[in-house]
Nanobody
Framework: QVQLVESGGGLVQPGGSLRLSCAAS????????MAWYRQAPGKQRELVAS???????DYADPVKGRFTISRDNAKNTVYLQMNSLKPEDTAVYYC?????????WGQGTQVTVSS
């Protein structure tokens, strides 16, 4: 079992920044992929960004150039730095961990971009 605990969400004005963190604990394998997904009201959950334990990053087109995913393998923690936030970034953001066919979700953290 893997537990994921997210933090860092909140209310921010358009153009502002937030940094999300997700700490993983439990049966962590050294080879894994961690990611951030988001789900806006009435919409499907979508991938925002992912990063492998080797450091390969992928981003969804809407966030390229604005969001940066990173990780600290020693702390089993993944981060999402979100800059130039837009109202359409408003959603619940979920941390995701997968390794060897197993996957786990965090409980989600709300990000609201509004003036």
């Amino acid at each position: 079992q893997v537990q994921l605990v997210e933090s860092g969400g909140g209310l921010v004005q358009p153009g502002g920044s937030l940094r999300l963190s997700c700490a993983a604990s439990g049966s962590i394998f050294s080879i894994n992929t961690m990611a951030w997904y988001r789900q806006a009201p009435g919409k499907q959950r979508e991938l925002v960004a992912s990063i492998t334990s080797g450091g390969r990053r992928d981003y969804a087109d809407p966030v390229k150039g604005r969001f940066t995913i990173s990780r600290d393998n020693a702390k089993n923690t993944v981060y999402l730095q979100m800059n130039s936030l837009k109202p359409e970034d408003t959603a619940v953001y979920y941390c995701y961990y997968t390794s060897y066919g197993h996957f786990y979700w965090g409980q989600g953290t709300q990000v609201t971009v509004s003036s």
